[in-house]
């Protein structure tokens, strides 16, 4: 597959701002996508990018790598006849507007599609499109805390605590892009676009996934286990002598393992510990006693010695010591690219590689200046450099 990319045949307009949106534009975008995101002329830090930091900041330069900038005022005739030109081009339009707005502006669904029939358009919410909250304000604070997602992290009787990582923006946004993959692939079959639409609620509430459904089949309400797995037990971090270390004995043989490394080979054959039904019961007993234990040599000692018996650890790392850990290095997800004012710098890679993966984990340049491609773009429209001067004068572009 040396030299192609699986999306370069696509064309996307992006009208998203924040990182719910961002994320899915940028899944498509380093698959090969051709994305155009269209700011409002404004100058530089006013516009979306200031909601994501500086636009020359890590956050931005991370979400927006790959694309093409177009200031365009969708208020304005002529701006909107110019972006229906380009509905008229493309293959997807994303956005991330609160229910209405797209409406307001003449950009919604159904006038997008009368443009062009084809066209597959994504939409992320912050809790739907209808319903008695679609109205309201969505950010991932808010999505964590509906989704239950608080109320099963942290120590036991900590009270809600949020994750550390934006995952509602983040989830939202990698199912809206493969949904959107989906339509396209619905639309090579039937020739008809269609309205792909999530929100940070719904994604939050799938990703809670195997937690949710224990209410809905058991009518078990999970509780918080801090840093241990909810229903499997031992599965946590514990303690060494000189930090703390990751275990998780996901079967009995990885017990009795776990009991042969630690000196203490007859709690496999305890009918206190024997089956995990019975060490779910007794939780902190038996990650008390594994404790006492562990904390006796270093991390390294115990994730060799476990390694060794075939029970999966590993180690807790900051953020830090994670990219210079010698398996992340050699994964090479930290990309390099070249910037116009910050030399070279580095962002986050995509996850999946593809083949002998051409485009170095999906990075291909750094994310653009505002309007950086107004021009080009205006002039692949058919405009002239006089007809582009006369928009940039009535602040068009």
């Not at 996508?33 to 500086?54: F, H, M």
């Amino acid at each position: 597959m040396t030299g192609v990319l699986p999306l370069d045949h696509l064309l996307v307009l992006d009208l998203t701002a924040f990182r719910a949106g961002p994320t899915a534009v940028r899944q498509l975008a380093d698959w090969g996508a051709r994305v155009i995101t269209v700011e409002r002329p404004v100058a530089a830090g006013e516009g979306p990018g200031a909601a994501l930091g500086a636009r020359l900041g890590s956050d931005f330069q991370n979400l927006r790598r790959n694309n093409e900038s177009l200031t365009l005022d969708l208020k304005h005739p002529d701006g909107k006849r110019l972006f229906l030109d380009l509905v008229a081009r493309a293959d997807v339009v994303v956005e991330n507007f609160a229910p209405g707005v797209t409406a307001r502006l003449g950009v919604d669904w159904p006038a997008l599609s009368e443009v062009n029939p084809r066209l597959v358009y994504g939409s992320i919410s912050g809790f739907g499109q209808d319903g008695p909250w679609s109205q309201r304000p969505g950010y991932d604070q808010v999505a964590q805390g509906m989704s239950g997602l608080m109320s099963v992290t942290g120590l036991p009787g900590q009270g809600p605590v949020r994750s550390g990582h934006a995952v509602a923006d983040s989830s939202s946004g990698i199912y809206l892009a493969f949904g959107i993959l989906a339509a396209i692939i619905r639309r090579d079959r039937t020739g008809e676009g269609t309205w792909v639409r999530t929100s940070l609620l719904e994604a939050l509430v799938a990703m809670m996934d195997f937690q949710a459904a224990r209410v809905l089949i058991e009518g078990d309400v999970p509780e918080q286990q801090g840093n241990h797995h909810p229903t499997a037990v031992p599965m946590g971090t514990f303690p060494a002598s000189d930090g703390v270390f990751n275990l998780a004995p996901g079967t009995n043989a990885h017990f009795r393992a776990v009991c042969r490394v630690l000196g203490h080979a007859e709690w496999a054959e305890h009918e206190r510990y024997a089956k995990p039904g019975a060490r779910a019961r007794r939780r902190a007993e038996v990650n008390d006693m594994i404790a006492e234990v562990t904390r006796t040599q270093p991390v390294e000692h115990w994730i060799e010695a476990f390694l060794a018996e075939g029970v999966p650890s590993g180690p807790v790392l900051d953020l830090g010591q994670m990219w210079r850990h010698p398996q992340v290095e050699r994964l090479a997800m930290a990309q390099p690219i070249e910037h116009p004012s910050k030399g070279q710098v580095a962002v986050v890679g995509q996850p999946i590689t593809f083949g002998d993966d051409p485009s170095g984990r999906g990075v291909r340049r750094a994310a653009p200046a505002l309007g950086q491609q107004t021009d080009q773009i205006l002039g692949e429209l058919g405009l002239g450099p006089g007809d582009i001067e006369r928009l940039r004068a009535a602040g068009v572009v």
